[in-house]
Each structure stands twice: as structure tokens, then as C-alpha cells.
């Protein structure tokens, strides 16, 4: 590479549609290092590189041998600098408590921030397209081949759509399709005819089964792209309206992210899912399909989050519509789970106003007993003045009473009349 030997990663793809993808997108626009893992200049040729595969040069043949069994190598390459561990290790191996992962999703929030300034969607963020390098403990995204589309607007010409390369588990519920009837599913088949079989697997249709019945199938409305132009679909045959594709999108990135932070917040998958992010079966497809129909099966599954501030932002961003799920700016400026400070002064706001009042009640408390005393005083005072208005009543009613029982026992005249003549005899 020019300045001696270092650790790198060497990528290798066999979808030569997908290599072209990524290579543009790098081109094009100017990717910040710090977000996105960088590819290194000055490498050997597309034309090098691909004979050393073919080859088995510089140890491939043993790799091959020892751990890649039935399984072909890609020829079109990309050589990166060799990161330190991806999140899906650091998770398992760490085990990172509530601050960590806020301090794991507040770098891939701000990396995803990046891509969506650059109208870039990455489309597949996941544990595996993580990394951390050593040179300043940061995570980078990785992994910007043919889920990593531009977002146009829907007014423009050019048309961009998401689906071409997918992990189904973490993909939003826009995203999946039910295939009901015989035709459908024909239909579906003919178009993927000729690929790969790994591709055929790949978006092989799912039944989903009730009581032992298949009932339907789920697929990912999924593409062919065409030769040379990797982002642009294979309309012909497809086995959904046109508009039925889904556009390239900053929502499908914030479902991603939703699922992501349930991860590593709960250390349980959202929807059951095989070890390539997939959805394990038709059945977990339909939980996607019909998600949020059952309010109560959400609320059960979003109460595994004892954080509540990290439930809050994990509902918020799987919203069944894509309009309703808020933007990664947003989130990172104003929600709580990020800014945790801000909440401990909220608190601490609520403390010193709940103390205010507390004081105001207690001398509201002291005021009113204050005036208790005066009143349990008054009314002492009342009593004691019926009591005397009562004693002297009764002294009252005694001396009447004596006067009267004085005046009937009274046997000579108690009255003397003086007349100025004398009367006659």
C-alpha cells in the first residue's frame, strides 16, 4: 500500500452490480472518515486482485480450505483499514449498561446523520455493519454496496428505490409483502428465474402457517437491477405494481435504528431472525406485516425496556407509518434518552419548585393554626362569659322569686294614701 505493512479488511463481493454501487456512492460524495469507514487509495487493480483470488495467492488457497467449505469467494474488492471489533461483538463480549449504549447509539445516530445530509440511505444498519477502530474508540458504518441508495425527492425525475440487498428483520413493515393466491406466488417465482441460488434463497417466499394451514407467504419487495445499473430496477415481471416499490428513504434507516437500540437495550432481537439478520420464518414476516394492530402485544414487548426514556425513543422510531417516525437531528438534539443531564435538571427544576411549595404549605399550615389558637381562644372566652351570663341569671331568677314568695305572706296594709280632706262620715 506504499507506507508498509498494516492491518487491513479486504472485502470481497461477487455481485459485480453491488461493487459498482458502493464504488459510486464512495465517489460521488465526500464521506466523512469519522462516520464511514474509509476505502484505502492506492491499491492493487480490480484485474490484481481478482487473479490473487482465483488464484488462492497470499494464503487464500488455505483460508479456502480451512474455513471457507462450499463457499466462493468474490473477485470485486475493497481494501479498508481493519477496525477493531464490530458492535455485535463488543455487545456479546462487553456487555455494555445503559450509558454505554447510549454512548454506542449516540455515534451511530450521528453517523447516520451524516448519510441522511449526504441524501444518502444506508439501508442496512445492523450490528455486523458496526465497527470500532482503536485510533480514537469510534464507531464507523460499513457495508455501502447496494442497500446504500441515494434519497431523491418524490417530485424529481430520477426514481430511487430500496430492496435490491436487504436483512428482512430489520426492515419496516412498508417493506414486506403478502402473497395470498396461486398466481401471485407463480408470478413471484418466474421473476427471480435464472439467478443465483443463493439469491433465489434469499427472497424465497415464507408461508406463514396457523394451527399446521398455510394462510399466506411474505416476501420483501425485493428487485432485480440491471446490468451495469445497480440502483435501477428490473420492472419487467415484477410481482407488485410499480408503485408498490418502496422509495429510498431516511424512515427505513430510522425502523433500522429502532431495532437496533431494542437490541442492545433488551439484549433480545425484535423479530425472530437466523444469524444473516433475516426473519426466521413466514410467521415472524406477519408480526412485521401486521405490526402494530395489537396495541397490547406492543406495549409487552416495549416494557422490556426498563429505561424509560430509552422506551420512549425506541417507540418513536417504530412507527408503523414512515411519516410518523421522527428525524435522527431531532432525536439527537432534543430527546431525553440522549441528554440525560437535561433531565437530571428538569428534576432537580421539579425538586426546588416542589420545595417552594412545600414551604408556602407549611407556612399556610402555620398561618391557619395560628388562627385555630386564636379561635379555640375565642371560643374558650365565649364559654366562660355563657357560663357567667348563666350564674347570674339564676341570681336573677332567685331574688325575683324570693320577692314574690316575700310579698304574698305579707298580712298588713303595705300601702298609705294621703288626701288633702277630710272624708265624710
Known sequence: LGDGPREVVIK????????????????????????????????????????????GEGGLDIIREKYLDNIELGIYAFVMEAGDRNLFQMFHQEQPNIDAVRHILRQVFKAVEHLHKEKLMHGDIKMLNIVRFRIDNGLRLMDLDTSFVEIVPIWGDEESFAGAKFSSAILPPEMIERIETKEKLEEFNKYWEGENDDLKEKVEPKPYKKQGTVKARYVVKSFRTEEGKPATPVFEGLPYEDEELVRASESIDLWSLGVLAFNLLTGESLIPSNREDDCA??????????????????????NKIHNVAARDLVQQLLQKEPADRPRVASLLEDHPFFHPERVDEEMKGYVREMKVRLEDMDNSLQSQTEQLEIIHRNVLVIKELSYESQSELLRTRHVLLKGIFEATEVRTPTTFIILNNKLPP
Open 12 to 55: 470481497l463481493m461477487k455481485n459485480k452490480n453491488q461493487w459498482v454501487c458502493e464504488c459510486n456512492a464512495r465517489k460521488k460524495h465526500m464521506l466523512d472518515p469519522k462516520y464511514v469507514v474509509s476505502a484505502l487509495p492506492n491499491v492493487p487493480s480490480e484485474a490484481a486482485i481478482a487473479n490473487a483470488v482465483r488464484d
Open 281 to 302: 420464518s413466514g410467521n415472524a414476516m406477519h408480526v412485521l406485516y401486521y405490526w402494530g394492530t395489537q396495541p397490547e402485544v406492543l406495549s409487552e414487548l416495549f
